[in-house]
């Protein structure tokens, strides 16, 4: 029996055409039912005990705002003062970068709310923690929109 190779697996050429159909049924063609509500998701924590939340809003069965925040291990929201240390900017450059992710949480926030496609949330270089931890909080708030669309 012929043998087509699809990534690595080596899949029986009449077989493709079944599996093809799996795909679409299973991963879906046509637009996921979400129930019109508010939706919380939190991420996993990072190696400092940090997490990200979303709050999605959904209308009409889209995605009509998004917020993101992360979390430090004490529970101190990552914001303006993210990176000071006893409220003072004392090493200007881990601020910096501080904040360049606390700009990524909005962005990634403004991305998905305007795309509503999390392919359409690029990483920024410096604040991919926090993008994996935006697409994981996401997909969690999103679990909980299609699980009341039931």
């Not at 240390?85 to 910096?96: C, H, K, L, P, Q």
Request: charged residues 20%; contains cysteine.
């Amino acid at each position: 029996m012929k043998k087509t190779f699809l990534g690595f697996l080596a899949v029986p050429a009449l077989a493709l055409p079944a599996l093809a159909i799996a795909v679409l049924l299973v991963g879906g063609c046509g637009k996921t039912a979400y129930k019109d509500g508010t939706y919380t998701g939190r991420s996993g924590e990072d190696d400092t005990g940090a997490w990200g939340e979303v709050t999605l809003t959904i209308t009409g069965g889209k995605v009509s705002a998004c917020e993101f925040v992360t979390w430090q291990r004490d529970g101190t929201v990552k914001d303006e003062n993210y990176g000071k240390i006893n409220g003072e900017i004392s090493n200007r450059d881990f601020y910096d970068k501080a904040q360049l992710a606390v700009a990524a949480m909005k962005k990634y926030a403004a991305d998905y709310q305007r795309t509503g496609n999390l392919n359409g949330v690029e990483a920024v270089s410096g604040a991919t923690i926090a993008h994996n931890q935006f697409l994981e909080a996401v997909e969690n708030a999103l679990e909980q929109a299609r699980q009341t669309a039931r």
